[in-house]
């Protein structure tokens, strides 16, 4: 899906700059035009950055588990995986 219909940007490839450092709407539009032209897309560029912040916490707490469990049932056992509560 486009992120950015004015430079066609997919969400995939903002998704790549972010994962190489991209840490603002303002850098990604630096990287690949995002953001920089009518602005529509701004808002969407700040949401990905969120889920891409949110789901980095996510993986530093699961490594950090002390208890092996699986990312797709987020259970321990039963109970649901500390690392996520």
Do not use: K, W
């Not at 991209?22 to 953001?35: F, M, N, T």
């Not at 990905?48 to 469990?69: E, H, K, S």
């Amino acid at each position: 899906m486009y992120a950015c219909v004015c430079f066609s940007v997919t969400e995939e490839e903002i998704a790549e700059e972010i994962a190489n450092g991209a840490h603002s709407e303002d850098a990604i539009g630096d990287r690949c035009g995002a953001g920089t032209s009518c602005g529509t897309c701004v808002e969407r560029l700040g949401c990905l950055l969120d889920q891409a912040q949110r789901n980095g916490m996510i993986a530093a707490r699961l490594a950090a588990c002390p208890v092996p469990c699986s990312p797709a049932l987020n259970l321990h056992g039963d109970a649901p995986c500390p690392a996520l509560v």
